[in-house]
């Protein structure tokens, strides 16, 4: 199961270092899921890659207690997310669509596509299955904000949408 692991924002490659050394590597898996997106850096375009949840790590174990008895050896603040006394998985239905979003690798590619009239149509890429879910496009930025439920709640998140035309 997919579960959470909140840390300090700016840290997480840092923490999950960390996190790495503590778990059991053949059972599960630390990782911070990733999106790329296009930026112009002195009229060149580049490809950069950014932190998708900012402040949070996710793990695939079976067993969620073992590892937050663990996570308590790690002199980084890392959170298990809880809800009282019990550890709280990712619903099955909320790690289908992220695995969809950033697939085995963990990393969201950059979609292309264009804006047809109100309607965007995705090219290429991992927005294909989220494109009713689109809150806003920056075209200058080459970024799209998603809105998800994650947890029980809306949560907007940040990817990278190259939009080539508009008609």
């Not at 692991?5 to 790495?20: M, P, S």
Request: charged share 30%; hydrophobic share 40%.
């Amino acid at each position: 199961m997919l579960y959470v692991i909140q840390v300090y924002t700016g840290r997480e490659h840092r923490i999950a270092e960390c996190c790495r050394q503590v778990i059991d590597e053949e059972k599960e898996d630390i990782f911070i899921p990733l999106y790329k997106r296009r930026k112009k850096f002195k009229g060149e375009m580049k490809t950069v890659t950014a932190v998708l949840y900012p402040g949070y790590l996710f793990c695939e174990t079976e067993e969620p207690e073992s590892l937050f008895q663990r996570l308590k050896t790690i002199q980084e603040m890392t959170k298990l997310l809880r809800v009282e006394e019990n550890v709280i998985p990712v619903s099955p239905n909320e790690a289908d669509k992220l695995y969809k979003l950033f697939g085995k690798d963990h990393v969201v590619e950059v979609s292309v596509g264009y804006i047809e009239g109100q309607q965007v149509r995705i090219l290429e890429g991992p927005m294909e299955h989220f494109v009713g879910q689109i809150k806003k496009i920056d075209r200058h930025k080459r970024i799209a904000v998603l809105e998800m439920e994650f947890f029980g709640a809306i949560r907007q998140t940040t990817v990278g949408l190259e939009i080539i035309e508009k008609m």
